[in-house]
């Protein structure tokens, strides 16, 4: 089998196409740890038989299985009655809702959306196609929705080594208004996501979208800023993640088991044990 680089071509290619998110870190992480594992006496098409297998069962047991583990200890959280308040799209809260409602039980649901891309828009459609009832606002009404709501459900891109949560922008907000009504705030998170890295702040470290997507309006009009460039002072900043502080989240539900953010390093050193 021939050598392999240290860093190898797909990876410089993912990371000039855009960030790399924690999650696809991990997969190279653990990608390389199966590379480096498979014995150089073998063909080169057993090798890739090998490496395929492991990456397969890396998606089977850290995305798929780990998302049916965390739905059913979700939605023994969903009682009757509730009102749960989600935040944009997430496939992951999305499944846990709409098992919730195959299991019968009534709840309604709020969906908190904010510009540019209206991903809220998505899962307030899945959610009332499945029969359940949605109200649908935007974040500058979340202060007058949260009295009606029983709890929060929020996922996240990662969680980070000092029990930051990192999630789309506008989590923290979230946050922060449900914890000033004493709404419990339930993350969750599959473990493949969980970082070693530490963050407190959203300009440390975060990812960038187009600016131009900030301008878009339903008419297609001209805004007051449309021609910033023009400026040389002037410069939009469309951040796609911010940090949640540790002390604005009641719970994080994973596949190993319920727990505080603040357990964030005794997950990451397990992964490092179990790789």
Known sequence: MPPITTRPLFCRYLAQCRMMAVSMENFIKHTKVQVAKISPDLTESVAKEELQQSCDNFFRENIYLAGKSITEKAVERVVDGDTILIYKKS???LHILLEAKARNKNFRVMVVDSRPDLSGVQSCERLTAAGIPCSYVYINSCTYVMKKVTK???????LLANGYVLGPVG??????I???YNKPVIVCCETYKFSERVQTDSILYN???DPDSMLKTLNEEDTPVSNWRDCPNT???NLVYDTTPPALVSIVITEIAELPCTSAPVVL???AVKM
């Open 178 to 180: 449900s914890s000033t």
């Open 91 to 93: 496939q992951l809260i």
């Open 207 to 209: 990812e960038l979208a």
């Open 171 to 176: 989590t923290a907000l979230i946050g922060l």
């Open 269 to 271: 050193r397990r992964g």
């Open 235 to 237: 410069r939009l900043v």
């Open 152 to 158: 929060v459900m929020l996922a996240a891109d990662a």
